[in-house]
């Protein structure tokens, strides 16, 4: 059973940044794609931002610019986030996808209020 713990979150002003981290307890090979979701109060479970093992990278409309994803290609995977605004609270999860497997973690809260 693949584990990913989750470390980084936390209460944050308007405009300040988080950097989210997920450490899997093992390394993944070939194709795989690792990710962070978050979801919100009373709201649907959305991806945030996801990259593959082959560098590629996606980002939901709502945190271009503000938040990039990155991994260290063996079994970490980052979150930096900018520029935070308060629609941004939410708990978020680390994701990891490798056919037919998909693994998540516990979740870190996100709080940013003044």
């Known amino acids: 059973q693949v584990q990913l713990v989750e470390s980084g979150g936390g209460l944050v002003q308007p405009g300040g940044s988080l950097r989210l981290s997920c450490a899997a307890s093992r390394i993944f090979f070939s194709i795989y794609t690792m990710g962070w979701y978050r979801q919100a109060p009373g709201k649907q479970r959305e991806l945030v931002a996801s990259?593959?093992?082959?560098?590629?990278t996606n980002y939901a409309d709502s945190v271009k610019g503000r938040f990039t994803i990155s991994s260290d290609n063996v079994n970490t995977v980052y979150l930096q986030m900018n520029s935070l605004k308060p629609e941004d609270t939410a708990v978020y999860y680390c994701?990891?996808?490798?056919?037919?497997?998909?693994?998540w973690g516990q979740g870190t809260q996100v709080t940013v209020s003044s």
């Open positions: 990259i593959t093992s082959g560098g590629s």
């Open positions: 994701n990891v996808k490798k056919v037919p497997f998909e693994y």
